[in-house]
Structure formats: structure tokens, C-alpha cells
């Protein structure tokens, strides 16, 4: 068996999780081939983040993370193949239960109440890798990509067999690289192994797609989704079916700076608004204008109902 370096074991961290709506759903015939599903609650159909863990990993994710993202209208799947990789082998057979995996999602996207033309793929270490083909191949409802430790030293030790740049492409989407330590450390999750995929973004004339932040050991937050919630409001629509249903809703001025306004033919009777990490700020009734001169700086989300009980998200950029 062709081998190459272990991927990195990461440290167990003490958590608190958050119950799935869905435990152990079977995409494939083998036991390794399993899934767990958070349900963002909608009328409509929800965009979805698919998370693939480390080397010895399981599909748990913290409740922090998974209440952060169903409170601004996501809904997330994380899904199981080879626990760890050890060889090339593995990796292949990984990277052909993402296809299935993904085939399956699609099947029954229905079921589930998601939209698959605004999916998030995130990983961290092995995760990086098992997701790294299908996240790069051209395809417009791939919105994103939000990766933790990606791409550690072992996966670039056979450049005859893979490179993570040979899927690197004008039609890559944007991807967010989280790193727990500084360029040029000693461990395995080296950021240089990230900087060598933006600069071949940088090469191809997407560098506006690629943002890379390392050292997070330092800083004072090492969660590896503390980025999370905001890159995937940047890069997706949450609910716009559900928009065209309700009648739609104009936001204006975005951003804005004092008064906001709503233009709409929907009959709206409340309105919630969160912070992009789900803080619930504002419940009130709804109303045509909002003073929000005392708001922070950010991205907030807007939640309204109709008179029948209905949905609608939308974000606006207060500055």
C-alpha cells in the first residue's frame, strides 16, 4: 500500500453540542457512509453548510456553531467516510463518498427542506481534503468553501500522484482558510500550504475570492468557526424563494447608516433582528422605517413574518 504522511490527530476539545434533528442517515450502503442533519426551521427551502472533520473525528459539531447557523436561515449536514487517512488509497475512497455523499443530498434535498443552489462546503484538516475536489469543480451553487488547518503537509508529499493546486480554477469559488498557527510552524497545518493556493487564485485573477487568517492560537479565540457565520452571509442569499413568494421586500438604503426602509406588498406582521451570530437584537411589530443609528457596525439579519405565519430573511450592512 502507497503511503503517505499521517494527517495530523487533532487535540480532543471539551464542547458543548447541540442535538441533531437527524442522527446516522445512511447515504451509501457501507456503515462508514452516514451523515448528521441541523434543520434551520423555514417554510421555504434553506441553504446548507456541509462539514467534513479531522482525522479522528466524529460528525458532532458544537452547539455554538450549529445554533449560530440555523438562527440566520442555514441548515447544516456533517458526514462521515474514512475516520482517518493514513494512505493514498484512502484518500481516493474518501473522495469518491463525496460524490456519493453529494448525490444524495441532491436526492433528497426535498426531504430535508434544503437549497442546494447555495451550499457552504466546510472542512477542517482531513475534512479539507475529502471535500477539495467536488468544492473546486465548477458549479454555481457551491457558494463558498470555509476550511480550518486545510490541506496539511502529507497531502502534498506525492506531487506525481496530487496537487490540491491542479483543481485551482477561473471558476473556484471563494474560499475562507483558517489557520491555528503562524506561516513557516512545525506543525503539519503549515498556513504556507493555504498561501500556495491564493497566490494560484492571485495567478488566475481571482484574489478577490480568497481570504486567509493564521495564528488564531494567539489571539485570544481559537474557535475554528469564528468566521463562519459572516463569510457564508457574504456569499449566499438566504431564502430568496421565499422572497418571490411573500411578494418580496426592498431594503433601502444598504448600507445604511441611521433609517432603514421597507418597501413591500406582503402583509408583514412582526419583525426579529440578530446579529450575524445569531444575537437576537430588535423584536418588534413590523414597520416601514427602522432607526438604526445605534446599531454597531455589521451585518444583520432581518426576519419577518406575514399574516399567515410565514418566513421571509433578508441581511442588510450597517456602517
Given at each position: 500500500?502507497?503511503?503517505?504522511?499521517?494527517?495530523?490527530?487533532?487535540?480532543?476539545?471539551?464542547?458543548?453540542?447541540?442535538?441533531?434533528?437527524?442522527?446516522?442517515?445512511?447515504?451509501?450502503?457501507?456503515d462508514r457512509q452516514f451523515l448528521d442533519i441541523w434543520i434551520a426551521p423555514s417554510s421555504m427551502p434553506t441553504p446548507v453548510f456541509v462539514y467534513a472533520h479531522p482525522n479522528g473525528?466524529?460528525?458532532?459539531?458544537?452547539?455554538?456553531?450549529?445554533?449560530?447557523?440555523?438562527?440566520?436561515?442555514?441548515?447544516?449536514?456533517?458526514?462521515?467516510?474514512?475516520?482517518?487517512?493514513?494512505?493514498?488509497?484512502?484518500?481516493?475512497?474518501?473522495?469518491?463518498?463525496?460524490?456519493?455523499?453529494?448525490?444524495?443530498?441532491?436526492?433528497?434535498?426535498?426531504?430535508?427542506?434544503?437549497?442546494?443552489?447555495?451550499?457552504?462546503?466546510?472542512?477542517?484538516?482531513?475534512?479539507?481534503?475529502?471535500?477539495?475536489?467536488?468544492?473546486?469543480?465548477?458549479?454555481?451553487?457551491?457558494?463558498?468553501?470555509?476550511?480550518?488547518?486545510?490541506?496539511?503537509?502529507?497531502?502534498?508529499?506525492?506531487?506525481?500522484?496530487?496537487?490540491?493546486?491542479?483543481?485551482?480554477?477561473?471558476?473556484?469559488?471563494?474560499?475562507?482558510?483558517?489557520?491555528?498557527?503562524?506561516?513557516?510552524?512545525?506543525?503539519?497545518?503549515?498556513?504556507?500550504?493555504?498561501?500556495?493556493?491564493?497566490?494560484?487564485?492571485?495567478?488566475?485573477?481571482?484574489?478577490?475570492?480568497?481570504?486567509?487568517?493564521?495564528?488564531?492560537?494567539?489571539?485570544?479565540?481559537?474557535?475554528?468557526?469564528?468566521?463562519?457565520?459572516?463569510?457564508?452571509?457574504?456569499?449566499?442569499?438566504?431564502?430568496?424563494?421565499?422572497?418571490?413568494?411573500?411578494?418580496?421586500?426592498?431594503?433601502?438604503?444598504?448600507?445604511?447608516?441611521?433609517?432603514?426602509?421597507?418597501?413591500?406588498?406582503?402583509?408583514?406582521?412582526?419583525?426579529?433582528?440578530?446579529?450575524?451570530?445569531?444575537?437576537?437584537?430588535?423584536?418588534?411589530?413590523?414597520?416601514?422605517?427602522?432607526?438604526?443609528?445605534?446599531?454597531?457596525?455589521?451585518?444583520?439579519?432581518?426576519?419577518?413574518?406575514?399574516?399567515?405565519?410565514?418566513?421571509?430573511?433578508?441581511?442588510?450592512?450597517?456602517?
Amino acid at each position: 500500500m502507497k503511503k503517505i504522511s499521517p494527517i495530523f490527530l487533532l487535540l480532543l476539545i471539551s464542547f458543548s453540542l447541540s442535538a441533531q434533528d437527524h442522527t446516522g442517515v445512511s447515504y451509501g450502503p457501507e456503515d462508514r457512509q452516514f451523515l448528521d442533519i441541523w434543520i434551520a426551521p423555514s417554510s421555504m427551502p434553506t441553504p446548507v453548510f456541509v462539514y467534513a472533520h479531522p482525522n479522528g473525528g466524529t460528525t458532532d459539531l458544537p452547539g455554538s456553531i450549529t445554533d449560530d447557523l440555523k438562527d440566520v436561515g442555514i441548515s447544516v449536514v456533517s458526514w462521515e467516510s474514512i475516520t482517518s487517512l493514513t494512505s493514498i488509497e484512502d484518500v481516493e475512497t474518501t473522495w469518491a463518498d463525496a460524490e456519493l455523499m453529494f448525490e444524495w443530498l441532491e436526492a433528497n434535498a426535498d426531504t430535508y427542506n434544503f437549497d442546494l443552489t447555495n451550499m457552504i462546503i466546510g472542512g477542517s484538516s482531513r475534512g479539507t481534503i475529502v471535500s477539495w475536489i467536488y468544492g473546486h469543480r465548477p458549479n454555481p451553487n457551491v457558494k463558498g468553501l470555509y476550511m480550518y488547518n486545510a490541506l496539511p503537509d502529507g497531502i502534498w508529499a506525492d506531487p506525481s500522484w496530487w496537487l490540491p493546486t491542479d483543481e485551482v480554477s477561473i471558476d473556484s469559488p471563494p474560499i475562507f482558510f483558517v489557520y491555528r498557527f503562524e506561516p513557516g510552524t512545525e506543525d503539519i497545518h503549515d498556513p504556507e500550504n493555504g498561501i500556495i493556493i491564493t497566490e494560484a487564485y492571485d495567478a488566475l485573477g481571482i484574489g478577490d475570492r480568497h481570504t486567509l487568517v493564521h495564528s488564531i492560537e494567539y489571539s485570544g479565540n481559537t474557535d475554528r468557526f469564528q468566521f463562519l457565520v459572516d463569510f457564508a452571509l457574504s456569499v449566499i442569499t438566504p431564502l430568496s424563494v421565499e422572497e418571490q413568494e411573500l411578494g418580496g421586500i426592498t431594503l433601502y438604503p444598504n448600507p445604511v447608516a441611521e433609517t432603514l426602509n421597507f418597501e413591500t406588498a406582503a402583509n408583514y406582521q412582526s419583525l426579529r433582528i440578530y446579529s450575524a451570530m445569531g444575537q437576537l437584537i430588535l423584536r418588534s411589530d413590523y414597520k416601514s422605517q427602522l432607526d438604526v443609528s445605534v446599531f454597531s457596525s455589521g451585518t444583520y439579519i432581518i426576519e419577518l413574518r406575514d399574516d399567515q405565519g410565514r418566513l421571509h430573511r433578508d441581511r442588510f450592512i450597517k456602517y
